[in-house]
T-cell receptor, first 111, second 111 residues
Framework: QKEVEQNSGPLSVPEGAIASLNCTYSDRGSQSFFWYRQYSGKSPELIMFIYSNGDKEDGRFTAQLNKASQYVSLLIRDSQPSDSATYLCAVSWTNAGKSTFGDGTTLTVKP | KAGVTQTPRYLIKTRGQQVTLSCSPISGHRSVSWYQQTPGQGLQFLFEYFSETQRNKGNFPGRFSGRQFSNSRSEMNVSTLELGDSALYLC??????????FGEGSRLTVL
């Protein structure tokens, strides 16, 4: 079993729809949870982080964390073609620079 | 504020050679991490340095090494290159919270 698993893609949604990306992790001691976006040929960029159970909203993005279920998700509302990218879930059990990444989910938003 | 700078961006080496990659973190960031990204394995953690000390290490052979200087700049070295070392090597800097800010990466091709 992988330490961080993401829902298999690719995921395709129409423009304006809600995209839902899911991630589960195996280490119950994990403390920090991150979502990165990676455009093709580019490096990952941080879009959201969450440390506490519940929801965290930032513009069109909402991260949800459920530590009891070892589950973290990312919702993208009003999806735009510019959101088309690979989304990487990352988990860290410290506040250090070591994170464990999932394999990523590729999202395509169709105009 | 300047981002994370990695050099060189592209390089081609042959099996058995060694390579050194350089990374300058965001000003004020004392943590520097290195990751290897390949299509088959995804993003894999190599090591992290904080205040010139290796704080975490991933599951890579001893051919992979790194160091950090007093100005927080970091280098990683791969000796006796193998074909499987062909990858995108990403450097990321961080403050104290684990959020990673990636450089553009160094793409290594081993022939």
């Amino acid at each position: 079993q992988k330490e961080v698993e993401q829902n298999s893609g690719p995921l395709s949604v129409p423009e304006g729809a809600i995209a839902s990306l899911n991630c589960t992790y195996s280490d119950r001691g994990s403390q920090s949870f991150f979502w990165y976006r990676q455009y093709s040929g580019k490096s990952p960029e941080l879009i959201m982080f969450i440390y506490s159970n519940g929801d965290k909203e930032d513009g069109r993005f909402t991260a949800q964390l459920n530590k009891a279920s070892q589950y973290v998700s990312l919702l993208i509302r009003d999806s735009q073609p510019s959101d088309s990218a690979t989304y990487l879930c990352a988990v860290s059990w410290t506040n250090a620079g070591k994170s464990t990444f999932g394999d990523g989910t590729t999202l395509t938003v169709k105009p | 504020k300047a981002g994370v700078t990695q050099t060189p961006r592209y390089l081609i080496k042959t099996r058995g050679q060694q390579v050194t990659l350089s990374c300058s973190p965001i000003s004020g960031h004392r943590s520097v991490s290195w990751y290897q990204q390949t299509p088959g394995q995804g993003l894999q953690f190599l090591f992290e340095y904080f205040s010139e000390t290796q704080r975490n290490k991933g599951n890579f052979p001893g051919r992979f090494s790194g160091r950090q200087f007093s100005n927080s700049r970091s280098e990683m070295n791969v000796s006796t290159l193998e074909l499987g070392d062909s990858a995108l090597y990403l450097c990321a800097s961080s403050l104290y919270t684990g959020e990673l800010f990636f450089g553009e990466g160094s793409r290594l091709t081993v022939l």
